[in-house]
């Protein structure tokens, strides 16, 4: 490391020596990307391209300042106000460079090329962006780089200085203003999800009452089918039992599975152990029966001594 930084301030001080002999000798050394003013007792003389130039110092030649011919960036921040009275910061990146054929102008025009630069950016900018709203500054950033790039090609390429590219490259509304509109999206965002969750819901509700209707629907084809069983099989029995026993009736046999099923409905109501049901007779014939027995057990209840 230490024989390294000797050999970097070696070479250094090697080359130092050097300029500092072609000075003396009247040579100088023009880097790549790099122009020269050459001026002769004060007074403009040449423009020196890259490489090595003789430089009679004795005769009042001398190089009055060297000119980058590199394209250089300048970031530009503008405050202005839109169409809706909001403030916001425009963030512009100009690329520029200056023309080798008029170095002359680029060198002796501008005392400070940044300013100037700057000058006719935000001249531009408070122009194009009044005239539109806020969302609309967002959508036609591109149309203010390309208003910007127009305006400073014209007036820079006087001074010997051409725009490479424009851009915009940031819009910067107030924090309160931007906490604004995210809370705006979200409230939109939140209204297209509450519809959304209603269709779901008003869609489940229709599907349910589908299924419902559907399965009281196969409940009740079902229970037609199941009594047409129940006739079916009653015709049967009575037309078998009429023709197997001579003399009796359709009533008869009715009145006689009536009873059949009355037992054993009795039976499997006293095959349970806590079974707590109790058969009354109902109907507008059994009620003055009803009363009747309730009359006659208080009478009885009275009479007993």
């Given at each position: 490391m230490a024989l390294r930084l000797r050999y970097l301030c070696g070479t250094f001080l090697m080359r130092k020596s050097c300029t500092k002999m072609g000075q003396v000798f009247g040579c100088i050394q023009v880097d790549q990307s790099t122009v020269a003013i050459k001026e002769s007792f004060g007074k403009f003389d040449d423009v020196l391209d890259p490489g090595c130039h003789f430089l009679p110092w004795c005769l009042g030649s001398r190089v009055a300042g060297y000119l980058s011919l590199r394209v250089q960036q300048l970031d530009i921040r503008c405050e202005t106000k839109t169409k809706d009275n909001v403030f916001v910061t425009v963030v512009a990146s100009i690329q520029y460079k200056?023309?080798?054929?008029?170095?002359?102008?680029?060198?002796?025009?501008?005392?400070?090329?940044?300013?100037?630069?700057?000058?006719?950016?935000?001249?531009?900018?408070?122009?194009?962006?009044?005239?539109?709203?806020?969302?609309?500054?967002?959508?036609?950033k591109n149309d203010i780089a390309k208003s910007v790039e127009d305006e400073l090609e014209k007036a820079m390429s006087t001074y010997g200085y051409k725009i490479v590219q424009t851009l915009i490259v940031d819009i910067e509304p107030d924090v309160h203003v931007k906490r604004a509109m995210n809370e705006i999206n979200a409230a939109a965002r939140?209204?297209?999800?509450?519809?959304?969750?209603?269709?779901?819901?008003?869609?489940?509700?229709?599907?349910?009452?589908?299924?419902?209707?559907?399965?009281?629907?196969?409940?009740?084809?079902?229970?037609?089918?199941?009594?047409?069983?129940?006739?079916?099989?009653?015709?049967?029995?009575?037309?078998?039992?009429?023709?197997?026993?001579?003399?009796?009736?359709?009533?008869?046999?009715?009145?006689?599975?009536?009873?059949?099923?009355?037992?054993?409905?009795?039976?499997?109501?006293?095959?349970?152990?806590?079974?707590?049901?109790v058969f009354i007779p109902h109907g507008p014939g059994a009620v003055n029966d009803i009363a009747s027995q309730v009359r006659d057990g208080f009478l009885q209840a009275k009479t007993t001594p």
């Open positions: 200056a023309m080798s054929d008029k170095a002359v102008d680029a060198f002796y025009k501008l005392s400070n090329k940044k300013e100037q630069i700057q000058s006719y950016v935000f001249d531009v900018i408070r122009a194009s962006v009044p005239k539109l709203n806020l969302d609309d500054v967002f959508e036609q939140m209204r297209v999800a509450a519809n959304e969750k209603a269709e779901a819901e008003k869609i489940l509700q229709i599907k349910r009452a589908e299924g419902d209707a559907e399965s009281k629907y196969l409940a009740g084809l079902g229970m037609a089918r199941q009594r047409q069983a129940i006739v079916d099989g009653l015709r049967d029995s009575v037309l078998a039992f009429s023709g197997n026993v001579p003399g009796t009736t359709a009533k008869d046999v009715l009145d006689m599975i009536l009873v059949t099923q009355y037992f054993d409905t009795m039976k499997e109501i006293g095959a349970h152990s806590k079974s707590s049901a």
